[in-house]
């Protein structure tokens, strides 16, 4: 009897901790939305309330039509493609090679590798202008796609490597013996045994690449080549008057990284699940 007390004890808690993390992490976003459906006026009378106010759609009309935020959104939805593909290309194949094979030098090559986090990108951003530029790349998003890829696959390396050492061995061994080769053991074994940590490496670094200031402000010098970021960036210095309208920018930024996360952390549930029953 007790123990089923304490245990309905302990689901209450964890439940009250989880509703109290939840509405914290919610709220701004609602509070966002709110202001961005409400004049300037009646956000200034009262920003927490909504009783009596005839809420309008107008701030994301003018986002959509004058600000042409859609195309916007197109230059960001370019960089993080690209880095999160070229990502995962790389760092799948480099990730299983230190996870599962046997070679000279494995862990020092993997320990200079993971020492690359630690070299800040505002410390080698002046000559990979300068290279860049000698390319021909700056204002163009592929100098920011091979910065970020430069920046984030150590990282990438370092988590999927963690994941990829929890493959059971025999299971490679099985499809090597089945006739598999080198990229057929990571299409059939590595990629689908190894789901949640690439899962979490797309969620990840879409959001941060999406999200990211630095690079794309001193690379992307066009406002039609800028991302969305900075772009909001420079609209909430020059609209610093009308509130309403940043919050109704910020929410419409803040809905692709929200569909990522909601889209794909279901198959890090489904990875977990294949990793334990196989």
Known sequence: MLAKVNQKLSGALVFLVLLVLSITNLYPFFYMFLNSVKSRTDYFVNPFSVRGLELT???????????????????????????????????????????????????????????????????TIIP?????????????????????VGMFIPEVI???????????DELIEAAKLDGAGYFDVIRYVIIPMGRPSIILCIIFYFIVTWNDLFAPMILLQSMDKRTVMVALAALLSRYSGD???????????????????????????????LGATK
Do not use: H
């Open 57 to 123: 759609w107008d701030n994301y009309r003018t986002m959509i039509s004058q600000f042409k935020i859609l195309n916007l959104f197109g230059n960001s939805f370019f960089i993080s493609f690209f880095t999160i593909l070229l990502l995962l290309c790389l760092g799948i194949v480099a990730s299983y090679a230190f996870a599962k094979l046997r070679f000279k030098g494995k862990e020092v090559i993997y320990l200079l590798i993971i020492s690359t986090m630690f070299i800040p990108v505002q410390a």
């Open 243 to 273: 509130p309403t309208f940043q919050f109704a920018g910020l929410v419409l930024a803040s809905i692709p990284a929200i569909l990522v996360y909601v889209f794909f952390q279901r198959y890090i549930v489904k990875g977990i699940s």
């Open 128 to 148: 990979l202008y300068v290279f860049f530029s000698r390319l021909d790349l700056v204002n163009t998003g592929w100098s920011v796609i091979f910065i970020y």
């Open 158 to 168: 370092l988590l999927m490597t963690s994941g990829f050492r929890g493959i059971p």
